[in-house]
């Protein structure tokens, strides 16, 4: 694990606020690669639906998704531009985003508009879910049948 890897953990865990660049497109549209800023706090208690957790695999990875569904011992998350579900243990969680910067405007996640973004997002996973479906199928390339 990277020095830097180490030092987002320690910082995250003191208690201290960390404004950290998003990277990756498992969390598009909403947080783009070098262009979106979080800002993270340690994480108190248990998380809720749609809570942006930090968190970070046992293989060092840092992840920000999305929370579907919480149970006793696990979270649920997938990220916006993904299908699958991910079971995260709670111990794994470092953090939750509190605030988002994207082009330039700064907002709060209790922020209505964005509270109205993540539902509707929600709301239309079914769709995204078949999109996904059938451009995975239509791109697969087609087999050609063997001759006995």
């Not at 953990?9 to 201290?16: C, F, Q």
């Not at 497109?25 to 930090?54: C, H």
């Not at 149970?71 to 470092?94: A, H, I, M, Q, S």
Request: aromatic fraction near 10%; charge should be positive; glycine fraction near 6%.
């Amino acid at each position: 694990m990277s020095e830097l890897s180490s030092a987002l953990a320690r910082e995250v865990r003191s208690g201290r606020p960390v404004l950290a660049l998003t990277s990756g497109d498992s969390m598009r549209p909403l947080l783009d690669t070098g262009r979106t800023q979080v800002l993270v706090v340690r994480a108190e208690g248990d998380l809720k639906e749609n809570d942006l957790p930090l968190y970070r695999r046992p293989t060092g990875q840092f992840v920000m998704h999305r929370i579907i569904r919480v149970d006793k011992e696990f979270y649920y998350t997938r990220g916006d531009n993904r299908c699958g579900l991910e079971r995260v243990p709670k111990d794994w969680v470092l953090g939750v985003v509190t605030e988002i910067t994207r082009n330039g405007k700064t907002f709060p996640v209790s922020n209505r508009w964005y509270r109205r973004y993540v539902a509707a997002w929600n709301l239309i996973y079914p769709l995204r879910w078949a999109a996904y479906k059938l451009r995975g199928a239509v791109s697969k390339p087609r087999q050609r049948r063997k001759e006995p």
